[in-house]
């Protein structure tokens, strides 16, 4: 059986990850504890600025579920992209958690769904080392007033 490395599954996938968000405040966007990166929560920053801003859910002036979903999937590679920067590769990574909070309306109660923009590119570039626990937490509001905000914890090869 051939195993094919993290970097070319994201060529393969066209995926390139952007470079690690800049912190907002007084923290590091990720950290090596033993075995385990664990993110900062990451912001659905693109080229530095958030390219949606607001409460989600399903009325008019929201952040639609599609949309916030599409968000949660570039926290996640905002995520990826600051454990890279402290484990030097992501080849033998493996997802162990996954928290994602969503800023949401109060009736709305769709963040599962909106976590799954995370939770399926993490499967798609990792495979089953990409199976994860997860928690999806609808909040008041979040940094910014970003809709999204997704923390992982990854698992580094022995």
């Known amino acids: 059986m051939t195993v094919v490395s993290v970097e070319a599954r994201l060529a393969e996938l066209g995926i390139t990850l952007p470079g690690v968000a800049a912190p907002v405040a007084a923290y590091q966007p990720a950290v090596r504890s033993g075995a385990h990166v664990y993110t900062a929560g990451q912001l659905p920053f693109v080229d530095g600025a958030l390219p949606v ?6 009325g008019e002036g929201l952040v639609d579920p599609a949309t916030a979903a599409d968000l949660a999937r570039t926290c996640a590679l905002n995520a990826l992209a600051a454990v890279r ?3 030097g590769t992501l ?3 493996r997802i162990v958690k996954v ?3 969503v800023a949401s309306d109060p009736s709305f109660t769709g963040q599962p769904a909106v976590l799954n923009g995370a939770s399926t590119v993490l499967g798609e570039i990792f495979g089953d080392a990409g199976t994860h626990a997860r928690s999806a937490v609808g909040v008041a509001v979040l940094p910014l007033d970003s809709p999204v905000e997704v923390e992982i914890i990854a698992e580094l090869p022995a």
């Not at 801003?53 to 399903?58: E, L, P």
């Open 91 to 93: 080849d033998g990574v």
């Open 53 to 58: 801003t607001g409460k989600v859910g399903d």
């Open 85 to 87: 920067s402290v484990a």
């Open 99 to 101: 928290t994602g909070f």
